[in-house]
């Protein structure tokens, strides 16, 4: 298949939309107890909610999360998807790449978000070396973080080489969202830059893309992937898509809530939009503390006991 039949108007995705959820999705789903985002059900939100919405042709938001507190508040803003990515190696736990990310550390975290919330379905990446090895030690440690941080469904990266891994944790009633494109565990092959440009490259990506459905997962994340490459791959697959730096034809974005707020020091990706300045208010309310401290304003009366 060639990149012009992104120009061709007729899906799988399109074929399957309702009339009213094709000619106006947010509309259709405003307001609703249906919807993803805004809607008014207070129960966990489950990969069958995730395809109603593709149907609708509402699209939705994820964000990453890595702590209860943080969790909460998005969970309260009606975000419908967080994922505890192994992101958290960069921006939490003070890595240089995601790869150093263990299952203890992805263990942990994963369960402090799931805490943290009462609707978003909780997504949890594999880390580096948690499934290569093979489908039976993919099924372990996905088996760990259903078990023991009760995520709703896992992360892994990986196309056609994932197929076997993803396969067995979907026959074992574990939903999987794959990710293609650029894969950060894969960094020390691949390096950060855009996947899918020129024909061949752009092939292996659809493969990748159809490789992942047909194993069964429920979503694929794009990462890092020309727009109109991902708005093929969107219209070609049944199952939705979640881009990130992928354009704005996906079925839904995610970012990285620490780029997204602002808290990430110095460069950030291109495709990442700030919507807060959050390091430069906790930097200056520790400033503002440490003044008052130093000034011997604090504590001042009121926040005294006698």
């Known amino acids: 298949m060639s990149l012009q039949a992104a120009q061709n108007p007729s899906s799988p995705k399109e074929a399957s939309a309702s009339p009213a959820g094709a000619s106006s999705p947010a509309g259709a789903s405003a307001g609703s107890g249906k919807a993803l985002y805004g809607g008014k059900s207070t129960r966990r939100i489950t990969v069958h909610d995730i395809a109603a919405a593709t149907e609708r042709g509402e699209k939705w938001p994820m964000l990453t999360a890595y702590d209860a507190m943080t969790a909460s508040v998005f969970d309260e803003a009606g975000i419908p998807v967080m994922l505890v990515g192994d992101s958290m190696g960069n921006c939490h736990l003070g890595y240089e790449t995601t790869v150093p990310v263990t299952m203890d550390e992805i263990a942990m975290l994963s369960a402090a978000v799931v805490r943290g919330t009462k609707r978003a379905l909780v997504v949890a990446d594999l880390p580096f070396g948690s499934y290569q090895e093979g489908p039976v030690q993919a099924l372990r440690n996905a088996t760990r973080l259903v078990k023991e941080s009760g995520v709703g469904a896992v992360k892994l990266e990986g196309g056609e080489r994932s197929h076997e891994q993803i396969r067995l944790l979907v026959e074992a009633g574990i939903p999987v969202m794959g990710h293609i494109g650029l894969t950060p565990q894969s960094v020390n092959a691949m390096g950060y830059r855009v996947q899918g440009r020129g024909e061949e490259a752009a092939q292996q990506l659809l493969r990748d893309a159809k490789a ?95």
């Open 212 to 306: 992942v459905q047909d194993a069964g997962a429920f979503a694929v994340v794009l990462e890092l992937v020309p727009a109109e490459l991902a708005a093929e791959v969107t219209r070609t697959l049944h199952i939705p898509t979640v881009g990130i730096g992928a354009g704005s034809a996906t079925d839904a974005q995610v970012l990285v809530y620490t780029d997204m707020v602002g808290l990430t020091g110095g460069k950030v990706p291109r495709f990442t939009k700030q919507y807060a300045n959050l390091r430069q208010v906790l930097g200056d309310a520790a400033k503002e503390f440490a003044d008052e401290v130093v000034g011997g304003t604090f504590p001042a009366p009121e926040h005294t006991f006698h």
